[in-house]
């Protein structure tokens, strides 16, 4: 692996997005659509709004009812918000509320402030007094939300890729839909190989274990008392975590299967036959027990990467396998030490999924001006190399003063630790940041949240 396919992580992403598919579409009730892609677009179901509301408390009234000058009105009749508009007296104003319907002969609406009222609660002889200039000061239309105004009847209320939130959630439902058609989600197995590695207790993981009889048996689980030379599973759950947070995203609970080449070439076919992407964790570098790039290729996945100038994260493998419907499906190998399993998670693997799920581009990041660890055990951690670096960090976002530079960007600070192994030091960081080939690790850099 000294020479790399790609030589950016971002180009290796580029590449890999022409080589897999994009799932379908499904109709979701409003809730379930949050944070996918808009498949087809909601139209209007009628004039929004649907007839002239006010916007304003006050008083509807029609340009001839003004008096030139200082003068007074009298006040016949009420319109309230869900009901239908009274009828109007020409020369006098009807009271009206925010959002109720604007009677005919009425073009306007003055806010209640900008009269005197006189008479009110005695019915038939509320007045309203209203100062010179008030023509002027309310015009035609003042404080009336004109029938269509934001759209008419079968207009889109949003377009095909159209991530939905909460914004559009608002305008659905203010078209009485409750369902949307968006991208399904992308079906994503977790799989977690080696034979030093013990389950913690995850509770989900069983059900699945057990929930397909083709699925191998594939180690012992549970809580029996781990021997030194075992360690508790801390992928599976992290990467499951990580990648849960995305609503585009079904992930089904980790699976586990131990350096068996044949029980895991087994296991990665069953997971690929139900799933649109399988990313495992473990036996992805050079060992005698790093099986997973061959029993990939043995299910007929074809190889887009192995190896790419990251650090951690170097030895990741990443394969096309396609499926009966000719869409590629992803095998995406993750290094077996957890920090480097997280990091290519979070760089590769997201952005992978969102191609999948149907996003045109890569997730954004933010800017943070990072900064150097407040007390470095180990200096030489730090210095330039010849590799894309994920350097974690944690984010000054606690609502101190000094939480930002001059240059208005988030301060990061790196957080020490002693690689790619150490899960202690990952648990005090908050993401990571990308420093280039060469560059210093504090600065100006692009950071990803776990
Ligand atoms: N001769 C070479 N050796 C190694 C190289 C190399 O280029 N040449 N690369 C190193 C790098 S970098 C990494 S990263 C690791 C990744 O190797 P694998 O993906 O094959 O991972 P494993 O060997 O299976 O495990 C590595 C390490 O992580 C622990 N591990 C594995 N799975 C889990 C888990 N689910 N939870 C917690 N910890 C886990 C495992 O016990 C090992 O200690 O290879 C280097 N070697
Ligand atoms: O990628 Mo490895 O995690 O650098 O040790």
């Avoid at 000294?2 to 971002?10: G, L, N, Q, R």
């Avoid at 004039?47 to 030139?68: E, F, H, K, N, R």
């Avoid at 009425?106 to 609660?121: A, L, M, N, P, T």
């Avoid at 984010?395 to 001059?406: H, P, Q």
């Amino acid at each position: 692996m000294s020479t790399f396919a790609f030589d950016s992580p971002a180009a290796a992403i580029d590449a890999c997005r022409a080589a897999l598919g994009t799932v379908g579409t499904k109709e979701v009730p409003l809730a379930e659509a949050v944070g996918r892609l808009l498949a087809l677009a909601p139209t209007l179901d009628r004039d929004s709004p649907a007839c002239d509301l006010s916007a304003m408390d006050g008083y509807a009234v029609g340009a001839p009812d003004l008096p030139s000058g200082t003068g007074s009105l009298s006040v016949l009749g009420a319109a309230a918000a869900g009901s239908p508009p009274p009828e109007h007296v020409a020369g006098s104003a009807v009271r009206i509320f925010t959002g109720a319907p604007v009677p005919a002969g009425c073009d306007r609406v003055i806010r209640q402030e900008q009269v005197r009222r006189e008479g009110r609660g005695r019915a038939g002889t509320e007045r309203i007094v209203v100062p010179a200039g008030l023509a002027t000061a309310v015009p035609a239309g003042a404080n009336v939300r004109r029938r269509g105004e934001n759209g008419r009847a079968g207009d889109p209320i949003a377009e095909p890729g159209t991530l939905v939130n909460a914004a559009v959630v608002a305008a659905a439902a203010a078209c009485g839909l409750s369902t949307l058609t968006v991208r399904r989600r992308v079906r994503v197995a977790v799989l977690v190989t080696g034979e030093e590695v013990r389950a913690a207790p995850f509770p989900a993981a069983v059900p699945l274990r057990n929930a397909d009889a083709r699925l191998p048996v594939p180690m012992e689980m549970g809580s029996r008392e781990l021997a030194p030379w075992e360690v508790r599973d801390a992928n599976g759950p992290a990467v499951a975590a990580l990648l849960a947070r995305r609503p585009y995203l079904r992930v089904s609970p980790p699976a586990y299967v131990g350096d068996d080449p044949t029980l895991l070439a087994q296991t990665l076919a069953v997971l690929l036959d139900r799933h649109d992407a399988v990313v495992t964790t473990g036996g992805v570098s050079v060992g005698d027990y790093d099986l997973v790039p061959d029993a990939v290729r043995a299910i007929g996945g074809r190889p887009l990467f192995h190896g790419l100038p990251i650090r951690p994260g170097k030895p990741v493998f990443a394969a096309v396998v396609e499926s009966g419907t000719g869409a590629g499906r992803l095998a995406l190998g993750l290094p077996g030490n957890p920090v480097a399993a997280l990091c290519v998670a979070r760089r590769i693997g997201i952005e992978l999924l969102r191609h999948v799920a149907g996003f045109p581009g890569p997730e954004p990041t933010a800017l943070v001006e990072a900064l150097p660890p407040d007390d470095p055990a180990d200096g030489r951690a730090d210095g330039p190399l010849p590799l894309w670096r994920f350097r974690p960090v944690r984010l000054d976002v606690r609502g101190d003063e000094n939480a930002e530079t001059a240059g208005g960007l988030p301060v990061a600070t790196a957080v020490d630790g002693r690689g790619a192994s150490d899960t202690v030091a990952l648990a005090r960081s908050d993401g990571f940041v990308e420093v280039p080939p060469g560059a210093a690790t504090a600065g100006r850099l692009p950071y990803r949240a776990w």
